[in-house]
């Protein structure tokens, strides 16, 4: 059951995604920004953690949950350090993505080569 | 003797004959419907080099020597060559040029270079400055989707009114004595800019150049469209063909007989997923290299008129909200003089 | 007779009416199909994760690297480009998504070199997702701050 639930939250935020790309003229590169900075805000508001209780993956796992990670770390690090927190709690909530992005993006770029189209 | 006509056609006194044609393609250009007419097919756009740059300058240098070897010619009878590419200071060409020792004019018109390449080497051989000049251009589809679009291997949907670099290079040897075909008439293009910005959709971008210049052509020479038993622009694709046939329309010039566009007709996009066609440097010239010259050689063409047409904006320039100026130029060629 | 430098709005109008449109219908419905397919395969390995004793916290940062590595991957092999074409906003929008900007990017500009080519352009296009994130969460954590 969870299964199918990730299954349809993930596939209506994508369908949001594809709605802007197909009718805006919005790029890529702006929808992305706009999901995650639409998923850090609606975290500080209190508006995604429901949709993560019933999505599961399907909320955490498109790009406006890397928002809802970068958000929860900054809430967190506030309570916690006060307002240092502000500058430490978005980074260190998604160190481990960021970090495993430059590494496998590095060892891809070592071994392999990019090729033509057809 | 005046050889201006009208407003910015240009009357060659003494028409330079096309004394050989060559073209190189990649695989992709190959498989497409005008693949029988391409001298070289690539197997695959590196040729063996390092990077799509290196490939890029080695398809340009070695068509570029070919075209002389057919012209039964060797390089140092070659007084001039004018070229060009698509690349952040056309440094295709200019690599290429290392190894011809050859005085070398490099030009930028984007897609238009084919025209313009063939317009200024024209005009140093009627002007009795030259004997043998060498016109040339290329493009290459990596080179260019690095430059202006995207990674390789990024993840993207292209838009329906994109169009598809074509890999390859286009050169001729023009020589002031020769049994033609004839370059007789150049009509340089002016720069038009009606506003559009969307980069994916370049054919809406240079229509209005094209027309511009066609037009202008026409009136400039005093023809109707039906003078020509082609009428070809460079890389307008689908949709800017037909902006041009309605624009021609609006100044009741009837292109709908003998107009058509080398992207339409260079790949098959029922096959080949190019959306609204080919495009580059290298789509109108590896056309009239390939396509136009051997037909015309076999007689189905005897006057055609080749219009390269280009985009001019920077990777740059679109991002600061700018829209895409276009360039057309038209050079006019006969299998026989009046 | 006016000049065709003059018909720009008409001209402009024009272009819209006869630039094709892509199917949105089409497109939604492969973008919900490899979206949801996704999460629902991050869904999975969180499930894994979790039942091997981590955290919900620890497994979803497990989750995420898994599927950036995956993402990688894909990218690397020359799969990734095919699913995007496919799929649209359904490899664009997941985390495999922003993997596959960083390792193209890295990949492509690998020719320059390793510091001025592929260190210096990796975050090419993934770069403003991590801006602008990072600084949608310090408003987060000021709200937080001054509310709290």
Redesign the interface.
Known sequence: MEYLKAFIVGGIICVFGQILMDRTKLMPGRITVLFVVIGTLLTGFGLYQPIVNFGGAGATVPISGFGYALGKGVMKEVTKEGFVGIFTGGLKATAGGVTAAILFGFLSALLFSPKAKE | MWKHLGEQTIRLESPPTILAASSTVGPKEGQGPLASYFDVILEDVLWGEDTWEKAETKILKETIQRVITKADLTTDQIQYIFAGDLLNQIVATSFAMREFKVPFFGLYGACSTMGESMALASIMIDGGYADYVVAATSSHFCSAEKQFRSPLQLGVQRSLTATWTVTGSGAVVLSKEGLGPYVTHITPGKVIDLGVKDSMNLGATMAPAAADTIINHLLDTNREPDYYDLIITGDLGVIGKQLVLEMAQEYHYDLSKNYTDCGVEIFDPTTQDTHAGGSGCACAAVTLTGYILKEMEKGTFEKVLFIPTGALLSPLSTQQGESVPGVAHAVAIETNLE | ?EK??D??QQ??Q??EE?????N?LA??AK??????????F?????NVIKNMGYSSDEA??????T???IG??L????I??????Y?????????T???????????????EGYIFG?GAK?F???G???V???L??????????LI?
């Open positions: 007779m065709i430098q018909k720009k001209y402009q024009r272009v006869i630039s094709p449109k892509v949105l497109s939604s973008a919900f199909f490899v979206g949801g397919l996704i999460c629902t991050g869904q999975i390995i969180t979803a940062m497990i989750t995420s690297i599927l950036v590595f990688a991957l990218t690397g092999v020359d990734y480009d095919n699913i995007g074409k799929a649209g906003a359904g490899s664009l929008i997941p985390i998504g922003f993997a596959n900007s960083i390792v193209s990017s890295a990949m492509e500009f690998k020719k592929l990796i090419t296009i993934a403003p997702v991590l602008y994130g990072l949608a969460s310090m408003v987060v954590g000021l709200y937080h701050y709290y």
